[in-house]
């Protein structure tokens, strides 16, 4: 299997010799008509690679976009799960002192055994 770089350059090779063939043989001259009154007359591959200039422009500026609104989702994501994390931390915290004051108002263990062996004895 190819590496990622080499199968690259086997295919941005195999466009470019194609494209370097079709220049070859599509030099003529033809007319665009941009606007009613405005004609521009250049050869076809001249306006072949203006076409797919634009489109390769058009191309990536939908990728940025999109890169953008998927960074924008991300980050909202991200945030969500902070203020999660920050809500169960102070649950976290409110559980412990709770279990504390219970400890504090509980006698010892100890304290209790002797006092059950106590009166388990008077009995």
Partial sequence: MFPVRQLNFVII???GLGLVL???QNSE???IQI???LEVKAP??????LAVGLGAILAWLFSVWTQLQQNLISSQKVRQKNMEIREL????ENYQEEV???KLALPPAAEMQTKDL???NAD
């Fill in 118 to 120: 106590q009166e388990a």
């Fill in 22 to 24: 079709f220049a070859i």
């Fill in 100 to 102: 504390q004051s219970l």
């Fill in 29 to 31: 001259p033809a007319t």
């Fill in 35 to 37: 606007l009613p009154n």
């Fill in 13 to 15: 090779f195999i466009l």
């Fill in 89 to 92: 931390k102070s649950k976290i």
């Fill in 44 to 49: 076809v591959v001249v306006e072949f690679l």
